[in-house]
């Protein structure tokens, strides 16, 4: 597949890798409260070496205000605005979140695009005036706008806040999803179109961006090394000390639209004696899964970031059972860099982001192959095929990507 990247006779490169002493706010669908990986966090961390960064939370909408969430990050937004709390609070040096005060109204409900286009812009300046509060109290100037992914929250920012530079990130084919699908068949091609730069974390993503941006590009992905060490011992977690070999693993959200249940059925079947571990929250679309059933098959629930390589590190084989559809297809599997990374036999749905792993993994096309893969995996693991998936896996690194990111910053900047 082609690579689109800088264009030549748009601009000159050379020299553009750094990106130093710039005033950077961050928008994005996962708060930074989430304690989830994230490629929006990753980002924003590596680039506060450098630069002052502004990371802001999503508003609530009023759905989630009255919804009484549980969820503690939430809660604490709530409060805050409650108990007029101050709403930017610093993260480290250099690096400060927003908690936007103002509450947006809960629209996607909505039959016509146009109607949400129209009160979205009003949900839009609230969101602006709190950004903007925040920038005249940390004195931010000339911001680089940086949007995560967020259409609805992001798409009149641009004209909201006047940014010296509006960059769109897709990661993510969110028109795929039953939520996203009404409003963004529209709302994303013209968000792509308007912005300054797009980025993106897969080929796929930066091809799919091409056609309605020119100025689009893959900058690559990046993966914790320094957390996922395969070089390290780890403890077997508690919640995994009475569960016997083999164990087959998953990490990442339970979520019926990506991962094919039949794949995990169907090797909890065929191999009784093996015990699949699901490590990861539960979307509302899997909790009535049927592999709640299988006595073979073990649900962990959401664990901390930090967690996962003693998770990885008890598996004898990583499966990444993905149901190939238009969500997946081009969607980067950063879990696969972690798997690689740890030095595991991986099994996974063959997508077309998945290409690139294929010499170090087995790739599958049906829930048949995935199952005989699982057991070849299994009984074929080596240490010289373990240290070649650690040294891939190490080739993707975050300073390249925030490198190639960089590099389209500075060469469109104004």
């Not at 996974?348 to 199952?371: D, G």
Request: charged share 25%.
């Amino acid at each position: 597949m082609e690579t689109l990247s800088v264009k030549s006779n748009e601009m000159d490169i050379a020299g553009l890798s750094e990106l130093k002493g710039r005033d950077i706010v961050v928008i994005g669908l996962q708060p930074w409260y989430y304690n989830i990986g994230s490629n929006c966090k990753d980002i924003a961390t590596r680039l506060a070496e450098n630069n002052r960064i502004l990371y802001v939370n999503k508003p609530l909408n009023r759905k989630t205000w009255h919804s009484k969430s549980k969820d503690e990050g939430v809660q604490q937004h709530c409060d805050m605005i409650k108990n007029n709390q101050p709403k930017v609070q610093r993260i480290r040096s250099n690096m400060w979140q927003l908690y936007p005060d103002s509450i947006i109204e809960s629209i996607n409900w909505l039959p016509s695009t146009a109607m949400f286009k129209m009160i979205n812009y009003f949900n839009n300046r609230r969101f602006a005036k709190d950004i903007k509060k925040a920038l005249k109290e940390l004195n931010f100037e000339n911001i680089i706008l940086f949007n995560d992914n967020d259409i609805f929250n992001g798409y009149y920012l641009k004209e909201l806040l006047s940014p010296s530079l509006y960059v769109y990130y897709c990661r993510d084919y969110l028109r795929g999803y039953d939520y996203w699908k009404r409003h963004c068949d529209v709302l994303e091609p013209a968000l792509i179109e308007k912005s300054d730069a797009v980025v993106t974390n897969s080929e796929y993503y930066a091809k799919y961006c091409g056609q309605h941006n020119s100025a689009s590009h893959y900058i690559g992905q990046g993966c914790n090394i320094q957390l996922f060490d395969g070089n390290k011992i780890y403890e077997k977690p508690d919640d995994l000390a009475n569960i016997p070999y083999p164990i087959i693993g998953y990490t990442g959200a339970l979520d019926a639209d990506r991962l094919d249940e039949k794949i995990i059925a169907a090797i909890a079947e065929t191999y009784p004696h093996y015990n699949i571990v699901l490590v990861g929250p539960e979307m509302d679309n899997f909790k009535k899964s049927n592999l709640h059933q299988y006595s073979n098959i073990y649900f962990t629930g959401r664990k901390n970031l930090a967690e996962l390589p003693a998770y990885i590190s008890a598996f004898d084989v990583c499966i990444n059972p993905q149901i190939n559809n238009e969500i997946t297809q081009g969607n980067y599997p950063l879990k696969i860099d972690e798997y690689l990374a740890m030095g595991k036999p991986v099994v996974a749905t063959k997508t077309e982001a998945m290409r690139m792993f294929e010499p170090y993994t087995y790739l599958s096309e049906s829930p048949l192959q995935f199952v005989g893969m699982v057991s070849k995996a299994l009984s074929s693991n080596a240490d010289e095929l373990s240290i070649k998936r650690k040294a891939f896996a190490r080739s993707h690194t975050w300073e390249k990507s925030i490198e190639a990111l960089s590099k389209v910053i500075n060469g469109y900047s104004k």
